[in-house]
């Protein structure tokens, strides 16, 4: 196992109706919150309205509108009206959009508006800024683990831009299952997609003899299997709801991955298809998924392997064909979900491929012929 330092201090409030808790979880100096929320889900399930009958008058402010995959330039109007509330505590309500949208604003509104573009574009958000705003969080959609993370990723013109800063890892979050009851079938698919690739990203790797990590691995993927298409056909149903929540926010809350090599390639990729064609985060995971492992088989063969035989219990044949048959699994899984897996399935092909390679050259990310690779095998 390699060496590692683990630090998570979010509070993390579970539960259904547990709302009443944010008189106490708001700091109690902190009364002149900012609740911050996307484009009317929130409103729409009488969120935003309970949230302002709990903390009355300690609200100074909202900022909405904030759009799937987080645009730099809304967040500069979030940051003014942030500064002009005096804001002292910013309170996101929503999936990983407004977290990572509201954590950014945190971090932003305490800096230079005009130099802060540049420190996203080159990836030195965390690394320059040494104050942020306090925040909460009440998640409405599992997927991202931004509930309980320190990280974000931000869109700008043709690329996406992550960041993470200890500053801005939420002081809690109320991840209450029943919030999730109203969201579209295609964002629950997204979202359980979206978990299962933080998992793999950070499982098939190599091996470290990181005998809990990979057990604790393997036993969130079985259960996204189990729930994954049972949880979109009983949307209300709370149990297993409540397995997608909290599995989502393990799968990329940093604990599963402590002491192992993590290999990020596949959001790398996918988050450039997100940025060229605005095919949802978890959708462009599905795309790219398949064809990484196929053109990595060699480079993550004994992990490809040791997750086919615990996760999808193949264990028979040579180790090509049974790599050709996890892959498939795979794909299958993510096609149960209702979620397309190729690039013709989007009417896309080698034109849209040569739009995206661009894109990666253009921000230096990945290896060129790689990346070619991988994308042509996912047409
Ligand atoms: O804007 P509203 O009206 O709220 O609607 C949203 C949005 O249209 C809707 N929604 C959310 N909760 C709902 C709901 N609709 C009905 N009922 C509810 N309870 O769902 C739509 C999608 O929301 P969004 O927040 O964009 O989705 P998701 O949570 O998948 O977040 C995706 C963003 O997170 C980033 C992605 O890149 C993308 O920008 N990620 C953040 C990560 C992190 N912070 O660690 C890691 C991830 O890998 C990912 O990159
Ligand atoms: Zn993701």
């Given at each position: 196992m390699l060496d590692f330092e683990y630090y998570n201090p979010t509070r993390i409030i579970f539960g259904k109706d547990r709302l009443s808790e944010l008189i106490s979880v708001v700091p109690s100096d902190s009364t002149k919150?900012?609740?911050?929320?996307?484009?009317?889900?929130?409103?729409?399930?009488?969120?935003?309205?309970?949230?302002?009958?709990?903390?009355?008058?300690?609200?100074?402010?909202?900022?909405?509108?904030?759009?799937?995959?987080?645009?730099?330039?809304?967040?500069?109007?979030?940051?003014?009206?942030?500064?002009?509330?005096?804001?002292?505590?910013?309170?996101?309500?929503?999936?990983?959009s407004v977290m990572d949208?509201?954590?950014?604003?945190?971090?932003?509104?305490?800096?230079?508006?005009?130099?802060?573009?540049?420190?996203?574009?080159?990836?030195?958000?965390?690394?320059?800024?040494?104050?942020?705003?306090?925040?909460?969080?009440?998640?409405?959609?599992?997927?991202?683990?931004?509930?309980?993370?320190?990280?974000?990723v931000i869109s700008h013109e043709d690329g996406k831009f992550y960041f993470n800063s200890p500053l801005v890892f939420p002081q809690f979050s109320f991840l209450d299952p029943s919030l999730t009851f109203t969201l579209p079938r295609e964002q629950v698919a997204n979202g359980i997609i979206d978990a299962f690739v933080h998992i793999i990203e950070g499982y098939v790797t190599k091996n470290v003899e990181a005998r809990f990590q990979d057990r604790a691995c393997e036993g969130l993927l079985r259960t996204l299997i189990e729930i994954g298409r049972k949880t979109m056909d009983n949307p209300e149903d709370y149990d297993t709801r409540a397995n997608l929540v909290w599995c989502s926010t393990m799968a990329l809350n940093g604990m599963l991955a402590v002491g192992t090599p993590e290999d990020w390639r596949g959001h790398m990729l996918g988050h450039m298809l997100t940025a060229c064609y605005g095919i949802d985060h978890g959708k462009s995971l599905a795309v790219v998924m398949p064809a990484l492992w196929s053109v990595a088989r060699d480079e993550k063969r004994d992990r490809i392997l040791q997750f086919g035989e615990r996760v999808f219990d193949v264990t028979d044949g040579d180790e090509d064909m049974r790599i050709d048959r996890i892959i498939e699994k795979m794909r299958l899984f993510f096609e149960s979900l209702g979620v397309k897996t190729r690039f013709r399935d989007y009417d896309m092909a080698q034109d849209e491929v040569e739009v995206i390679l661009t894109g990666l050259e253009k921000y230096g990310q990945g290896h060129p012929e790689w990346n070619r690779e991988v994308l042509e095998a996912a047409i």
């Amino acid at each position: 196992m390699l060496d590692f330092e683990y630090y998570n201090p979010t509070r993390i409030i579970f539960g259904k109706d547990r709302l009443s808790e944010l008189i106490s979880v708001v700091p109690s100096d902190s009364t002149k919150v900012v609740l911050v929320y996307g484009q009317g889900s929130a409103t729409r399930s009488g969120l935003v309205d309970r949230v302002k009958s709990i903390l009355g008058n300690r609200i100074v402010g909202e900022f909405s509108g904030i759009e799937a995959n987080p645009h730099f330039s809304t967040l500069v109007k979030g940051m003014k009206l942030i500064n002009d509330c005096e804001a002292d505590f910013l309170l996101a309500i929503g999936g990983g959009s407004v977290m990572d949208g509201t954590k950014f604003m945190a971090l932003g509104s305490q800096y230079e508006y005009d130099d802060l573009l540049e420190l996203l574009l080159s990836y030195r958000v965390g690394d320059e800024i040494h104050s942020a705003l306090p925040l909460g969080v009440i998640c409405t959609l599992p997927a991202t683990g931004s509930e309980m993370n320190s990280g974000g990723v931000i869109s700008h013109e043709d690329g996406k831009f992550y960041f993470n800063s200890p500053l801005v890892f939420p002081q809690f979050s109320f991840l209450d299952p029943s919030l999730t009851f109203t969201l579209p079938r295609e964002q629950v698919a997204n979202g359980i997609i979206d978990a299962f690739v933080h998992i793999i990203e950070g499982y098939v790797t190599k091996n470290v003899e990181a005998r809990f990590q990979d057990r604790a691995c393997e036993g969130l993927l079985r259960t996204l299997i189990e729930i994954g298409r049972k949880t979109m056909d009983n949307p209300e149903d709370y149990d297993t709801r409540a397995n997608l929540v909290w599995c989502s926010t393990m799968a990329l809350n940093g604990m599963l991955a402590v002491g192992t090599p993590e290999d990020w390639r596949g959001h790398m990729l996918g988050h450039m298809l997100t940025a060229c064609y605005g095919i949802d985060h978890g959708k462009s995971l599905a795309v790219v998924m398949p064809a990484l492992w196929s053109v990595a088989r060699d480079e993550k063969r004994d992990r490809i392997l040791q997750f086919g035989e615990r996760v999808f219990d193949v264990t028979d044949g040579d180790e090509d064909m049974r790599i050709d048959r996890i892959i498939e699994k795979m794909r299958l899984f993510f096609e149960s979900l209702g979620v397309k897996t190729r690039f013709r399935d989007y009417d896309m092909a080698q034109d849209e491929v040569e739009v995206i390679l661009t894109g990666l050259e253009k921000y230096g990310q990945g290896h060129p012929e790689w990346n070619r690779e991988v994308l042509e095998a996912a047409i």
